[in-house]
């Protein structure tokens, strides 16, 4: 079966610190790999997502990047992290690019 | 207009009753919309899927889709307060998925 796992599951970085969150999926192959942000009691907001290694299409321009390195991984990253990049960044996949979406179990980073 | 609207709630409702949550969207070409469960603190997860016009049936949980109207519902029959939760429309654009802001339902006992 497949599943997708995300680390780290929580964060409290400093103002212009860097960031690194990473997803893996397993029991896929070439899945469809998303990044999404939930601010505090509000929705789904889609940052990238790639439909291949070195594939990736930005939503919203930001201080945030992400990279898929590998088939079935795929990394958010950002340089110097702002007080608005406090959240909940969810990493999800599916198998092409129309049915279900499943989520991994979230990073929630707090910006101080 | 947003992609997708929800009714932000809260909705609350006792138990044994029926939830109604509903969601519009704007894209007419959407073929594919999903309902998502979300606890508080945790990650959305699936609970139901429905691609065709009309109802579907999952336990207690009925997704009514109306294309035409461009309107999805999820009916949650005998309601539980397992069910308190925040429940996210999701519909299926050209390449990702675009989620509504979520109802927030609380199940009284």
């Known amino acids: 079966s497949q599943t997708i796992h995300q680390w780290p599951a929580t964060l409290v970085q400093p103002v212009g610190s860097p960031l690194s969150l990473e997803c893996t999926v397993e029991g896929t192959s070439n899945p469809n790999l998303y990044w999404y942000r939930q601010a505090a009691g509000r929705g789904l907001q889609l940052l990238f997502y790639s439909v291949g290694i070195g594939q990736i299409s930005s939503e919203v321009p930001q201080n945030l990047s992400a990279s898929r390195p590998q088939d079935r991984q795929f990394i958010l990253s950002s340089k110097k992290l702002l007080l608005s990049d406090s959240g909940f960044y969810l990493c999800?996949?599916?198998?092409?690019?129309?049915?279900?979406?499943?989520f991994g179990e979230g990073s929630r980073l707090t910006v101080l | 207009q947003k992609e997708v609207e929800q009714n932000s709630g809260p909705l609350s409702v006792p138990e044994g009753a029926i939830a109604s949550l509903n969601c519009t969207y704007s894209d007419r070409v959407s073929q594919s919309f999903f309902w998502y469960r979300q606890y508080s603190g945790k990650s959305p997860e699936l609970i139901m899927s429905?691609?065709?016009?009309g109802d579907k049936e999952d336990g207690r949980f009925t997704a009514q889709l109306n294309k035409a109207s461009q309107y999805v519902s999820l009916l949650i029959r005998d309601s539980q307060p397992s069910d308190s939760a925040t429940y996210l429309c999701?519909?299926?654009?050209?390449?990702?998925?675009?989620f509504g802001a979520g109802t927030r339902l609380t199940v009284k006992p």
């Open positions: 999800a996949w599916r198998a092409g690019g129309a049915g279900e979406l499943f």
């Open positions: 429905i691609y065709s016009n």
């Open positions: 999701a519909v299926n654009m050209v390449r990702d998925m675009r």
